[in-house]
């Protein structure tokens, strides 16, 4: 018996050790030692299950002693074996081809395996495994290779074991002896071998890449220099650094194999109770993250051939590591910041499926809880944590791929303390297959799902996590999988809440202090978040089934890597602004939470992208030089419901946050230009951008709200609504040989703007707007005060020849550029612009326009710009949104410093000029102006609730079907059959010409109120083709003289009327429209003025010019048809009109015309109130009764202040 028992130690020793002769076998009694003994790397690599890019380089002991147990109880009880050191040295394969250990060999007793299960296995799975101390170093180069500088290499992981213990149990874990142990594969198809290990003590150190000291920054660092890299973070790694320390846990092993003994399966479960890591310093950080970076490339390289890593006939086919931990506390520390990390129910497990050929591994990550808190800034913060709000308990979705990938190893189901109590807040199930398969199959399949979560945004935190995420977290794509796999990424947020504190002294606008005191901070709040890519994703937004230039996108094609498609969105998004605890009254004005001023809704929001590379190769650089691309932007509601204040303190958060953004990508910076130092960035820009891009936008309802300022008495009223739908931008270009093609299409299909009746308590005086509030609002059922329409859309409907009907949107705008790349084809230089708008109602008029400017500030008492609008403007000028219309980064890097190419020759694009071929068309088809004085706008209140008097019944009104300025470069003259060189000016011809112009009065008030008018008050009539017909043909003059003053001149006017006109109008009435005309024309001259001074052309157009337009209505019109300009049959005292007073009596009439007119309304609205009560006095409609009577209160009222009004006149 005992040299059966000697041979099968002998048997399993070969397995295990390299170089083992039977002369080294000396039993002594029961005890056998050893010393000095070289592991084989390749056993202990296939039993252990290590990844197959790792090699087992080094596996030494320093003492085995091996005690057998008696003859009679050597089946029942096990042999234990004792190893004082165990020395481990596990190194990333650097190439493909390194595929075997070096210091491995083939075991000669491996070919033994698979032919039964006897005697020396069952002594071998029986055994005890007793080892003091586990020294492992591991080595990965995965994270070093995509980086330049031998700071940023990946440091090694020193890992110390102590008291480690492995023994067989039962399958409940519970030490029987070996005989029982084996009892329960007796009637079982595999032979089921259960083992526990225990250690009592787990580090990890993190020490420096020998290659670390060869850097200039660690070499100057040692000599007593700076400890800082140039972005000022600590990259020098000085000794070392403990990770972890003193963790103790315990692990579950299950091994399955056939009844012929060949392995089948191999399953470990690792329980770790806690893992604390008290104090890690900054540079400590960046190397930890550089080194999961490495281990992380390092378990999911693409390129690792399971065929070529056949090891040993001991790989089992199915294998799955799990790793619990209940509680992960991290603390870093440093003098100038503190966080710390405190995870719960971390699980961890990747399965592996082998056939030989391939290689599936199935990755599972699951968080219960996540806290990242700032220790440092006072007060302490939470940065990251779950969200407060109650979320559903439902189940996490498994993938489909993820579904009955592994059939279970270990046969009695998951253990307690396997299992997550409720939802976890993190799950990730990621699939990969090695080596990468070839498209349309895919390399790696990665799914994630998280529950709500609270992020608190601080600049410092803020910037210091992106310093160290910057140190490689972010893997560059083809370091992991080859540039030909194709890949599919899914990540779902159910909720995020992001908040942003700010520092009004951060915000850098001293004026505005008290509006910045009134809001804390911003909140972000997201719902139903997700990101997807994928190269098979269906992207009905972007409508690439209609698209011939995208026909490698289309969905019957198979998908390579070529091909790239995102597509990201939220089902609600909305912006709120935090105020203050001291503005209470302010808070309860708000429909939304205390506190929270929502500002911005977005509903259903969504992004998509596709783009493809030109010549079919894998797609590496975003955007693909020469390639396709499509982007899409849609919505389904845009709400804003912004003040003024908050549309300034949203620009100062803006600006803001654009300097936070550049110092984020100053950091990054550094990290980015490692990797592309070795790139060229010289080259022809058409060579670095894509051929043929297309961007659309595509608003389903937009709506904005602008309410009045927080700082006056009526607080979130409402003062201007603008309502927009169906709105759609699309502007493409393509690259057409030597030139580029430019395209823009934007169409709207109907708009609306309704502003506040400010009439009674809006006054212009002198420039300045006058507000009172003194009872002169008409409420609506909400207590904001009614809202009137300035502006809208009568879509008409018309008939195509097919007879399918459609309808005029309101804008229509179509516009082709095209660029040569080269000054020589500075002729093929052309701009056609064609842009129509259709349907347009204006009521208001201009003075009504000019009081709501200065009441939003827009325009200031002096008839410039307003200070907030100015400090807008700068803050816009100096944010981000400036470089959207700067050079981008790629023209900057194809240019040198003296503004020309690398190859000596100019850049053609930023020298063309202007356009040498010009084709404009302006249609504006079907408009109506409504000349509302104040008279009518006095009275469009009380009228707003009839429905049979329409707006065109109580003013003046003008109207014409089609207004068309057209403007075109003249035809080139061809000289010897070319052409005589570029046109002196771009625009040689204009065209202006309308259709059925007409003014009409006010209709008579009785006997013509048919029809029901619009919420708008605007009764659209039958359509005419009767008016004026006028147009006229403007050229260059040929003699012009001055060169940059161009002289135009008036070639022809045509003028015809196809219907006869009748024109009856009295001396009274021709007054009133001369003074509502005059007004119109002060108020657009001084909004013109404005405009002037706020676009800073007002040293261009000339002080005198501001002051004739600012008086145009009555100074202005007298100094441009001044008797020096117009010969004296055409003065206005030739024309036979009366001389107008239009200051004097004309006011005072006009006074007394709108007094009698509230007058009479009073009396009409209470004698049908009188008639209403009567009719009501019978009925039990009590509550009609007392709205009834409220209103005749308020109407009694009324006739009592105009009774004092006309006593004062």
Known sequence: MESILARALEYTLKYWLKS??????????????????????????????????????????GKLEIVLPSVSNVQVEPIIVQIDRLDLVLEENPDVDACRSPSSSPSPSSSAKGSGYGFADKIADGMTVEIRTVNLLLETRGGARQQGGASWVSPLASITIRNLLLYTTNEDWQVVNLKEARDFSNDKTFIYVFKKLEWESLSIDLLPHPDMFMDANVACSQEGGNQRDDDGAKRAFFGGERFIEGISGEAYITVQRTELNSPLGLEVQLHITEAICPALSEPGLRALLRFLTGLYVCLNRGDVDPKAQQRSIEAAGRSLISIVVDHIFLCIKDAEFQLELLMQS????????????????LTKVMISGLFLRDTFSRPPCTLVQPSMHASAKEPVPVPEFAKN???????LGEQQWQLIEGVPLLSLHSLQIKPSPVPPLFASQTVINCQPLMIHLQEESCLRISSFLADGVVVNPGTVLPDFSINSFIFNLKELDVTVPLDPAKLGSPENIVVQNSFTGARLHIENLFFSESPSLKLKLLNLEKDPACFCLWEVQPVDASQKKWTTGASDLSLSLETSTGLTGFQSSLNCASGLWRCVEVKDARIEVAMVTADGSPLTNVPPPGGIVRIGVACEQYLSNTSVEQLFFVLDLYAYFGRVSEKIVLIGKNARQKKSSKRSSHGRLMDKVPSDTGVSLAVQNLQLRFLESCSMDIQGMPLVQFVGNDLFIKVTHRTLGGAIAVSSTLRWD????????????????????????ENGLSMCGNGYPQLKAVLWVHNKKNQKPNRIAFVDPFLDITVEHVIPLN????????????????????????NYAEALLHRFGILGPDGGPGKGLSKGLDNLRAGPLSKLFNSSSIVVSSLEDDGSSGDGKESALLHLGKPDDVDVSIELKNWLFALEGAQEMAESWWFSGSEHVGREERCWHTSFQNLRVKAKSSPKKLMNGKSNGVKKYPVELVTVGVEGLQTLKPYAQKGNHSGVVPANGMKETVETVAGINVEARIVISENNIDEEMVKWIVENVKFSVKEPIEAIVTKDELQHLAFLCKSEVDSMGRITAGVLRLLKLDGSVGQAAINQLSNLGTEGIDKIFSPEKLSRGSSAASIGLPPLNLNGENSRLTLESTVASLEHAVVDSQAKCAALTSNLEGSESSANLAIISQITQKLESMQSLLMRLRTQI
């Open 750 to 773: 109907n708009v609306e703007m309704d502003c506040v009746d400010t009439e009674g308590n809006l006054a212009y005086q002198n420039g300045t707007a006058l507000i009172s509030n």
């Open 346 to 361: 971390l699980f961890f497990s990747r399965a592996s499926v082998s056939d030989g050929e391939n290689d599936n591994n």
């Open 405 to 411: 990938f592994c059939p279970p190893i270990y046969p």
């Open 20 to 61: 083992f002769s039977r002369d080294q076998f000396k039993l002594q009694g029961r005890t056998v030692q050893l010393s000095n003994l070289d592991i084989n790397g390749d056993a202990l690599h296939s039993s252990v299950g290590f990844p197959p890019a790792l090699n087992v380089t080094t596996a030494k002991v």
């Open 823 to 846: 000054v020589e084809d500075i002729e093929c230089h052309s701009l056609n612009v064609s842009a129509c708008i259709s349907g347009v109602r204006l009521g208001g008029g201009m």
